[in-house]
């Protein structure tokens, strides 16, 4: 079973910038499209973006020009910049990711790590 780690939120003012990280456990992560969720008190989880094994990556709109999405498949992580952060950005950030890119784009796995809070505030 694959175990994921995130780390690298906080308490951030608006326009400010954090970079995260998500290390996966288990084998194949080199081949595995990876995304990103975040989940806002009181709503669903939703996605944020994803990158492929190859490096392919895609951005929810609500996100794209600010974050981008990378991977080290050597260190079998994930990061997540995010720059220009905004109030609504408030949330607790999850990887997740699985071989099926339907799958990543659609969040749906039934095991997720900790996640790691972001908050935006002045």
């Known amino acids: 079973q694959v175990r994921l780690v995130e780390s690298g939120g906080g308490l951030v003012q608006p326009g400010g910038s954090l970079r995260l990280s998500c290390v996966a456990s288990g084998s194949g992560f080199s081949i595995k499209s990876m995304g990103w969720y975040r989940q806002a008190p009181g709503k669903e989880r939703e996605f944020v973006a994803r990158?492929?094994?190859?490096?392919?990556?895609g951005y929810a709109d609500s996100v794209k020009g600010r974050f981008t999405i990378s991977r080290d498949n050597a260190k079998s992580t994930v990061y997540l910049q995010m720059n220009s952060l905004k109030p609504e950005d408030t949330a607790v950030y999850y990887c997740?990711?699985?071989?099926?890119?339907?799958?990543?784009?659609?969040?749906?796995?039934?095991?997720w790590g900790q996640g790691t809070q972001v908050t935006v505030s002045s």
């Open positions: 997740n990711g699985d071989m099926n890119l339907a799958k990543v784009l659609r969040g749906d796995f039934s095991s």
């Open positions: 990158v492929s094994g190859g490096g392919i990556t």
